[in-house]
């Protein structure tokens, strides 16, 4: 990774409560951000392109601009401390010119290694990072010769811009390769093997300013539609794949040079095999059980680690399952909160959003419990009963 320049603000020393912290997006990320930072006693202003989102709650103020727009976001940046992302997708060259009045954490530099996947696999497989074969993919042609090179069946993602499912389509014949190019578009994709995996997992990590790092234990994830739909922890593997998992992340953190909180996602083979899917270079929807359930939640482990501040502790507590809230757990009208929340050792964190759409997270529910079977089960009934 190229090293910050020296005319660059560096900030060594810590950024303490009452100093302004700006963070990138207004989202419910960025919002769960605020409130840890918040009660720490700092001041939180978010960038977002649109008035009305998550961080608008709490934040002391939200700047509503393009992010595209380099001159007002270099101009807002004159009035932070360090500036933190809760989304990755932004404009690069926004960042790099806000780098150059804030400390910006992590670097632009990372930013721009994980938002495009060809990028990240290229990051990966020079560094020894093990992953799904593939290949890089600029047209039909290139996708019919890579298709016979990995073997059917195999998944086509867009480069950039991509989550929760979108951007992709999985290839199990050879008539399914022209309809995938043209649902997924004609930039630059990448093209993956498919990989018979046992389970998904991902790490949630932080690192500070002196290159410590604080690793969280591996949730084992459970998805519906391509999105989230059960995160738990302890995962229930092997001590041997765990660890190597928290190794993995921990390694990754170092070679990005990164300063701050991210996740990695991992899929485990029916081998025990354990290779990296994607790298988020913020907070993740895996870890919003660390609010209930660990020592330090995963937003309070990135206040630290951008102000510089000693890393705190990742100790879970007790096992602990997260069930996102979508859209359409509001088919039949307000949900049975009280209902839900009936269920010992269930949290509610709804991110107040106006518009439960079809697949739009709207909150999550929590359950810490004495088994992991057990609250994974208390967290499934209760979003069975707000549901109705």
């Not at 998550?54 to 002391?60: E, G, L």
């Not at 059980?289 to 510089?308: H, K, N, P, Y």
């Not at 107040?352 to 992991?372: E, N, Q, S, W, Y």
Request: proline letters at 6%; aromatic letters at 4%.
């Amino acid at each position: 990774m190229t090293t910050p320049s020296p005319a660059l603000p560096q900030h060594d020393s810590p950024i303490l409560p009452t100093a302004t912290l700006g963070v990138m997006g207004g989202g419910q990320l960025g919002a769960m951000f605020a409130m840890a930072a918040k009660r720490m006693g700092y001041r939180v202003e978010a960038v977002s392109d649109v008035a009305d989102c998550p961080c608008a709650h709490h934040c002391d103020r939200v700047h509503v601009v393009s992010y595209e727009d380099r001159d007002q976001l270099v101009e807002i940046a004159r009035s932070l401390d360090v500036l933190t992302f809760e989304f990755e997708n932004i404009p690069v060259a926004a960042a790099r010119a806000m780098q150059a009045v804030v400390p910006v954490r992590p670097a632009p530099e990372v930013v721009h290694t994980t938002q495009d996947r060809a990028r990240e696999k290229a990051f990966l497989v020079e560094n020894g990072f093990a992953c799904a074969p593939h290949r890089v993919i600029r047209s039909r042609a290139e996708l019919e010769g890579a298709v016979t090179e990995i073997g059917l069946p195999c998944v086509l993602k867009t480069a950039a811009f991509g989550y929760d499912g979108k951007g992709q389509q999985k290839i199990s014949t050879t008539a399914e390769i022209g309809p995938a190019w043209e649902a997924v578009g004609s930039g630059e994709c990448v093209l993956e093997g498919w990989i018979d995996f046992d389970c998904e997992i991902s790490v949630v990590a932080a690192r500070g300013l002196d290159g410590s790092t604080a690793v969280f234990e591996p949730s084992r994830n459970i998805h519906a539609n391509h999105i989230l739909d059960v995160a738990s922890a302890p995962s229930g593997l092997p001590e041997a794949v765990a660890s190597l998992a928290r190794e993995m992340t921990s390694r990754i953190l170092d070679k990005l040079d990164l300063v701050g909180v991210a996740c990695i996602e991992f899929f485990v083979t029916r081998a025990g095999q354990v290779l990296v899917n994607e790298i988020a270079p913020r907070p993740h929807n895996s870890g919003h059980l660390t609010i209930d359930a660990c020592v330090t939640s995963q937003f309070e482990q990135q206040v630290r680690a951008i102000c510089g501040l000693p890393l705190g502790s990742p100790r879970q507590m007790r096992p602990a399952a997260m069930a996102n809230l979508l859209g359409d757990c509001w088919r039949q009208g307000e949900p049975a909160w009280a209902a839900a929340l009936g269920v010992p050792g269930v949290s509610l964190h709804l991110y107040g959003k106006r518009d439960p759409r079809p697949g739009r997270k709207m909150g999550h529910l929590t359950a810490v419990a004495a088994t992991i079977d057990e609250a994974i089960a208390s967290v499934t009934v209760a979003r069975q009963l707000a549901a109705g």
